[in-house]
Every structure is written in C-alpha cells, then in structure tokens.
C-alpha cells in the first residue's frame, strides 16, 4: 500500500507542508528583500540563492529564484548536518511547491492544494500571474510569487506542465442519480436556455484541458470545483477581462454547480490525463485569459530559434 495514502502517511505529510511552507517562507523572505532593494540584481540574477552557478543557462538562471538552502563556509548545506549541497536544479528549488501541491491532492487544516502536474503551462503560468498581480486571493501564494518575474513563472510552469504522474482513482459518487444525470448534461450540453455552453465545449471532450491554457476538470474533487465556481462568484478569484468562468458561474444555480462538481469528481481521469494540443471548434465564449496565453505562445514560438540554428 502506498504509504501516503495512509491516515499516517496523509498526517505525516500534512505536516511536512506546514514546515515546508514556513521555511520557504523565511528564505524568500531574505531572497526577494534582495531584489527588491537591487533592481540590477533582479535583472542579472546576481544575489540570489544560486546566481553565480556553474552552467549557464540552467532553469531558472538570471532570475530572482525560489532559494535553495544557503551553503555553510565549508561546503557543506546549513543545518543538514553536513550532507552536501543538492544540485541547483528548477525541479530541486520547487521541491518547496510539490510538498504542498504534490502527485495526489494534500488538504492542509481545511485548505485543499491541488495537484500542479500535468496542468497546461500557459494555465499555470496565468494562475502564477494571478496571484502576484492579486486576481486570486491567497496570502501565501502572493507571497511566494510576489517578486518573481514573468520569464521565470514560466519556467515553473514548464516545469509542472511536463510531469505526468499517474492519477489517484476518483472517490464514489456525491449525489444522487438524478443530480449526476444534471450534472453529465451541464458538462456535455449546457444549459442553451441560460445561455451557459458545455463544459467541454472548452475543456476538450475528455475534459482533461486544451493546451496552453484551459485546464482539465477531471482529478479534482467535488467541494474544490464547487468553491472555485463560488470564488468566481463572489469576484475573489477574476481573470483577465473578458473572465468567462465569472460570466458562467453567475448563470449557474447552486444546484447545477453542485452536480456539474459532484459529476466530475466521479469520473476517472484517462490516461496520463494530457490536455488536447488544440480545442475541436472555436470557443463558444470570449475568454480574456485564454486570449492571453495563445498570444504568449505565438510570440514564443516566433522568438524561438530554428532547428540548427546556433
């Protein structure tokens, strides 16, 4: 049996994210009142935990970085009782986010933390944005995010957007037959007469997300899709104008939210759960952030170097 899927195992790690949320807190402390004092430092990487490392060019290079662990005088990492220095690598300074946001869904004293991997990049990367620019509200997160720049929110999201981890099974059904027969019908018809499209209209037909920015609604579980669709509601977490999830959650009952939420947290996610490279048709609502990660992409993929090009 795995073990952290053990009422220990789930406890142990529980507060293994308290702690790590703590120290990472008080390192980016130190960190980010760096770059902000240094402007300079924040654009040539100088200062920060890890500027100066051999190899250029590594994830997360010339940027004000999530830290890793300050070095002792004589090589050895501080506070680790002599072991050496792990490498500065990206996937080694997020190990701060995994904790948390790990392959299996963590809910810490009532606060539930979702699973990063997999997720579409340009999504992660707008979720990034929105915390540090205050369009989603969650202290810690703005904290942590608060002072990196766009280059690097990208590379995170990259990061997170390549790894594939197996999902859990889902949980048995919330609700009753009738509410689930709702719910299916919200997700592949809609509601025509509110004006409210399918979910997978957008989401894609396996609803596992549409790259570079709409993000899978399989894997989650039914009180986070509800409190997301509240959240939109209640105009604590918006998006770039024109926000569409808003507009829909205000046609919505809290009925339908309630089993739409509790017909996908019953579904098991297929596969490795990888969001379709491109949506069927045309969208059938404006979508400000959508907008803004296809043009992202584009201006990415124009600026990237061709194939043999030095």
Not at 135 to 158: C, F, H, Q, S, W
Not at 169 to 180: D, E, H, L, S, T
Request: a positive charge.
């Amino acid at each position: 049996m795995n073990e952290s899927a053990t009422p220990a195992g789930r406890a142990m790690r529980r507060r293994a994210c308290r702690r790590t949320a703590l120290a990472l807190s008080l390192s980016l402390a130190g960190a980010l009142t760096a770059v902000v004092a240094s402007p300079a430092a924040a654009q040539s990487g100088a200062g920060h935990p890890g500027a100066g490392h051999p190899g250029a060019g590594h994830p997360g290079a010339g940027h004000p970085a999530i830290p890793s662990p300050p070095a002792a005088a004589d090589g050895a990492t501080a506070g680790n009782g002599g072991a050496a220095n792990p490498p500065d690598t990206l996937e080694q300074r997020l190990i701060g986010c995994t904790v948390c946001h790990g392959t299996q869904d963590v809910i810490v004293e009532g606060n539930y933390y979702p699973r990063l991997f997999g997720k579409p990049a340009g999504y992660l990367y707008n979720q990034l944005v929105n915390f540090r620019e205050g369009r989603r509200a969650y202290p810690l997160m703005t904290y942590l995010v608060g002072n990196l720049p766009d280059p690097y929110l990208k590379e995170i999201a990259g990061y997170f957007a390549s790894q594939h981890p197996p999902y859990p099974p889902p949980g048995p059904a919330q609700a009753g037959q009738a509410a689930m027969q709702r719910g299916r019908d919200l997700v592949f018809s809609g509601d025509p007469a509110r004006d409210v499209p399918a979910c997978a209209a957008c989401h894609g037909q396996a609803l596992t997300g549409v790259a570079p920015s709409i993000p899978g609604l399989l894997g989650l579980p039914k009180d986070y899709i509800s409190a997301q669709f509240g959240a939109w509601r209640n105009r604590a977490r918006h998006t770039v104008a024109p926000d569409c999830m808003a507009r829909i959650a205000e046609r919505l009952s809290t009925d339908d939210i309630a089993a739409a939420a509790a017909w996908l947290a019953a579904q098991p996610v297929p596969g490795e759960g990888r969001p379709a490279s491109a949506p069927a048709a045309d969208l059938p609502i404006a979508c400000g952030s959508v907008a803004t990660a296809t043009a992202a992409t584009a201006t990415a993929n124009a600026n990237a170097p061709s194939r043999g090009s030095p």
